[in-house]
């Protein structure tokens, strides 16, 4: 992802600043953590275009307002590396998702504690089996092509919604968060599972009837 930035945006960086330091860590956490907040907002704010971009702007507006000026401070590398995998990662499950819009706006709020947990861990994206990708995997796939048009699919997406605002609310550097909500994940959609193979089981079973007669 440094090479490809570097790549894209030669002329920028030949026009940045020289003066300008890199956030620490402490300061760049603060910010993130200014920024994913800990509360629901009520309807989650759409992002209409690329993660990436819309954490980085997000995280140099908010380092201003704490007077961390973007002409002398600016993300370091490390930092900007984390933005920009966290960001292909939510864009890539964009593109092959089929989210709702309130789907799609909470998927971008989790980018938060997602970038969060990316600068925290180091070696996230080497463990397929780690707590928050399964998390992630999971909410993605009761989101995916749910519109909430049906009772089942409606309670469906509810426990996705859920899962996403307790994420983002209580996860700020303890992975207790992720682990959490896969239990609840998996412990709410037990049920659910067995409900849906009886269904399918008696509609297979009036089928194998109708035949019969």
Known sequence: VRAARDAAAPEA???APSARREFSDKEFLSVLSLQQGNETPVTATAV???IGP???????????????????????????????LVGALFDGLRARSALSPEADARLARLAWPYLRLALDDPYLF???DHPALAVLSAIVSLWDGNAGATGQ?????????????NVANEYHGNTVAFDRALVTLEARLEPLRK??????????????????L
């Not at 201003?64 to 930092?79: E, I, K, R, T, Y």
């Open 54 to 84: 819309h954490l980085r702007e997000a995280l140099v507006q908010g380092a201003a307002s704490l007077g961390m000026s973007p002409d002398v401070s600016a993300p370091g590398p490390a930092q900007e590396d984390a933005i920009d």
């Open 13 to 15: 960086r030949a026009g």
């Open 126 to 128: 080497d463990e397929p």
């Open 195 to 212: 409900r849906t193979e009886i269904a399918e089981r008696r509609a297979w079973q009036a089928i194998l009837g109708r035949e019969r």
């Open 153 to 165: 699919d409606a309670e469906l997406h509810a426990l996705a919604d859920e899962a996403v605002d």
């Open 48 to 50: 209409p275009g690329a």
